[in-house]
């Protein structure tokens, strides 16, 4: 990113901090949102391995791992957010075994590898020059037999290509509301060779 490019993502990152503050986002909680978790927490817990370590990059305050159900174990959660109000509200949570702290995805590098890797509304505001880069330091820190799951609002084949490119598809769905313009789509992917992906060759 050049000098205007960071600019830009320093404000961005202010407005975050403040419609945290004043509870814009408190629409993430309701069952409006229920069908993306429920499907992302549906592909966590039937494609990720047990007990799994997981990041969860762009986490805000949480709300993911809120969802997740009592009985659901891991041994490790990270959530980062570049907006330190997100990041706060999470940390107040005290979620046993996790762990939140205000990075930028744009430079942050994981200090260790992880079971299962989560873009959940996030990937679309890495800046354009960035998402490659960002996207394969995820696939580095991403363990051999580990799964990345992605949830992108609406369409966005220039951002999906990306993963395809990069990764091997498990599965891919398109998770649509009550309102027809409220849809997500949802990928879980691994790599390229990785014996996750048992689906017969089509
Ligand atoms: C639409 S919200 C999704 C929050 C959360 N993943 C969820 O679905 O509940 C997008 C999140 O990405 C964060 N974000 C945006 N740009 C970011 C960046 N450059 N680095 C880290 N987090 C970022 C925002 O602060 C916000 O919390």
Known sequence: MNTLDKFHNWRRKL??????AKGRWDSMKTSKELSRYSTIIGYLTILGKENPSIL?????????????PA????????GID???VSIEKAKAKEFPNAEFQCKDIHTFTPERKFDVIIFNEVFYYVHEKE?????????DHLEDDG?????????????WELFNQRLEKINFVTVRTEEELRYWQIG???KK???????PAS
Request: charged share 25%; hydrophobic share 35%; net charge negative.
């Open 188 to 190: 879980v992917y691994c």
């Open 56 to 68: 969860d990059l762009g986490s805000g305050e949480g709300v993911l791992n809120e969802k997740l």
């Open 193 to 199: 060779g990785s014996e996750n992906n048992d689906e």
């Open 147 to 159: 799964i990345i799951i992605s949830s992108i609002y609406r369409e966005a084949p220039h951002l």
């Open 15 to 20: 407005r975050w901090d403040k419609q945290y």
């Open 82 to 84: 570049f907006s330190k």
């Open 71 to 78: 009985h659901y174990m891991y041994n490790y959660f990270l």
């Open 131 to 139: 998402r490659v880069k960002v996207l394969e330091k995820m696939i």
